[in-house]
Structures are given as structure tokens and as C-alpha cells.
């Protein structure tokens, strides 16, 4: 079973549209998320943190649901500069470091129309 | 102030050479990990540096693939003898701890022919 799970898309939306993402989580120990955009052939870039309920940034919203284990990212009035792979980050936090405790999705693909 | 930086951004090698890869994290971040990432696929874990504990490094592929980190700097990525497969981004991300976000470098393209 995948820890962390997006739907791949695409999902092609039309400028100004809304678009949402669900992001699911395995593990109930995790306890801060993280959503990452990533370009074709660049890095990821941050763009959200969520430790609590959520989290909001403008036209980006993100939303965390304990209890049915999901993290969702809404974007308002999108851009075609939004166009992009979002890639969701859960963290376990353990007690110490030394162990990896984070898990990413394989990301879902945005493509913005004009 | 300096991002993540990684070097080279670009390697291309033939097969059965060894070759190194450097990251260069964020100043006063305590945190270094490294990940491939295949064209078109997701990220793959490899390994994790944190602090002065010992570093996780289960998800090294192979026993072709080591990693090393001086203190809280500089970190370099060894693969030996490599194979096609090895043919991907590497990407290296520093936080200022475990539990912060990460950013990431620009990545090395490595193209084994």
C-alpha cells in the first residue's frame, strides 16, 4: 500500500478555473504536510506548509482532514503559470533524528488552458 | 540568501565509471537528503544526513551508491561502476532539521552511455 497517494491527472482546467487535489496518507502518525510544485525538468519548489488544520497563501489553500487521512490543495482563479506537477509531502516526526520520516506523493499534474 | 546548489548540473559518462556528485546545502541547515528522480517519475529516497547521527541511508539502491557529509556542509554522492539505469536527476535538499521543509538544489542530469 502506497504511504502517500495523488491521482496523477492531468487535470486540465481552464484559466481562472478552480481546481482541488486530494492527497491521501497511510500513516496516522504523521503530523506536518508539505506541498511542493514541481516544473518539467526543474527542482521542487516549496509552496505550502500545513501543521495544523491548514494553511492559506493567496489563491492556494491547503486543507488537512485527520481524521479521514487526507491533505487537499485548492487553487482559486488559476494561472497558466500554474501549469506544474504538485507533489504532497507527509512527515512523521519520531522521537530524535537519524531516521527518514518523510514520504512523497508521485505528484499531480496541472495544466492550465488558455 | 544562497540556495541549495549542486554541481555538476550536467554528467554525462560511459558505462562501468565512477563518478561524484556534489551538494551544497543551505548555510546552518542541519538536514541533508538526496534523491533520483527518473524522467518522468516520482522521487526516489537515498539517503539521509542529519546532524552528526548516523546517516539512514536505506534507500541506496545498491552497494554502488555511497554518500558522504563533512559536518554540516558539503555532501558528495558516489556511484560506482554505473549502469544505464542509473541515468536520472539527482537531487539534493538541505531544512534547518528533520521536522522542516526542504529545499532543493537544481540537480544533477546524469546521462550514462
Known amino acids: 500500500r502506497k504511504e502517500v497517494e495523488q491521482d496523477p491527472g492531468p487535470f486540465n482546467v481552464p484559466e481562472g478555473a478552480t481546481v482541488a487535489f486530494n492527497c491521501t496518507y497511510s500513516?496516522?502518525?504523521?503530523?506536518?504536510f508539505f506541498w511542493y510544485r514541481q516544473d518539467c525538468r526543474k527542482e521542487p519548489k516549496l509552496l505550502m506548509s500545513?501543521?495544523?488544520s491548514g494553511n492559506e497563501d493567496g489563491r492556494f489553500t491547503a486543507q488537512l482532514n485527520r481524521a479521514s487521512q487526507y491533505i487537499s490543495l485548492l487553487i482559486r482563479d488559476s494561472k497558466l503559470s500554474d501549469s506544474a506537477t504538485y507533489l504532497c509531502?507527509?512527515?512523521?516526526?519520531?522521537?530524535?533524528?537519524?531516521?527518514?520520516?518523510?514520504?512523497f506523493g508521485k505528484g499531480t499534474k496541472l495544466s492550465v488552458i488558455p | 540568501g544562497a540556495g541549495v546548489s549542486q554541481s555538476p548540473s550536467n554528467k554525462v559518462t560511459e558505462k562501468g565509471k565512477d563518478v561524484e556528485l556534489r551538494c551544497d546545502p543551505i548555510?546552518?541547515?542541519?538536514?541533508l537528503y538526496w534523491y533520483r528522480q527518473r524522467l518522468g517519475q516520482g522521487l526516489e529516497f537515498l539517503i539521509y544526513?542529519?546532524?552528526?547521527?548516523?546517516?539512514?541511508k536505506s534507500g541506496l539502491p545498491s552497494d554502488r551508491f555511497s554518500a558522504e557529509r563533512t559536518g554540516e556542509s558539503v555532501s558528495t554522492l558516489t556511484i560506482q561502476r554505473t549502469q544505464q539505469e542509473d541515468s536520472a536527476v539527482y537531487l539534493c535538499?538541505?531544512?534547518?532539521?528533520?521536522?522542516?521543509?526542504?529545499?532543493f538544489g537544481p540537480g544533477t542530469r546524469l546521462t550514462v552511455t
Open positions: 535538499a538541505s531544512s534547518l532539521d528533520f521536522t522542516y521543509e526542504q529545499y
Open positions: 500513516n496516522s502518525a504523521s503530523q506536518s
Open positions: 500545513v501543521y495544523s
Open positions: 509531502v507527509s512527515h512523521v516526526t519520531m522521537t530524535g533524528a537519524g531516521s527518514y520520516q518523510l514520504t
Open positions: 548555510s546552518g541547515h542541519t538536514a
Open positions: 544526513f542529519q546532524g552528526n547521527s548516523a546517516p539512514d
